[in-house]
């Protein structure tokens, strides 16, 4: 009787892994074809590089200040600095709350664990020009800016 049970389960989930086969892969083809994808390729990277990415924004608690970031440098909470997963070092970005659209142009000096989302740990100098100090978290968008424009 067991197997029975078992054998009528396995056929129901394969039964749901075929009909759910199709739905994945129907987009993926659809963007492989047409020639408007190919001729909008080089434009769509700039205009996601002004418009930037939205992820979280927390702020360094107050037992960070004076220790070594990895960068070498020291937090100063007095500084608008910032740690971001991947983004270099000495890259300047511009962060827009969008809560309230206050913004701040931040230096990346520290490395925080990388997420999911998009996210970056602001000191609490950026944090309290953005608007969000004592809150502890807020949605922002975050904008690398070019060497020519910083």
């Known amino acids: 009787m067991a197997s029975l049970n078992l054998r009528g389960t396995l056929t129901i989930c394969c039964m749901i892994g075929q009909l759910l086969s199709p739905v994945q892969t129907l987009p993926l083809q659809a963007e492989e074809t047409g020639p408007a ?5 080089p434009a769509a990277p700039e205009a996601e590089e002004t418009a930037g990415v939205e992820g979280l924004a927390t702020y360094y608690a107050n037992s960070y200040n004076g220790k070594r970031t990895n ?3 020291r937090y ?3 500084k608008l600095t910032a740690a971001h997963p991947t983004l270099p070092h000495g ?3 511009r962060v827009i709350n ?5 913004q701040v142009t931040v230096t990346i000096n520290d490395r925080c664990r990388s997420r999911k989302q998009p996210f970056i740990d ?3 100098a950026a944090a309290k020009q953005l608007g969000f100090l004592g809150k502890g978290i807020t949605r922002v968008r975050i904008i690398p800016l070019n060497e020519e424009s910083g």
């Open 37 to 41: 994808s190919t001729t909008q390729g």
């Open 71 to 73: 960068s070498g440098h």
């Open 76 to 78: 100063d909470p007095a």
């Open 91 to 93: 890259t300047r970005v």
């Open 98 to 102: 969008l809560a309230n659209n206050k």
């Open 122 to 124: 602001l000191s609490r």
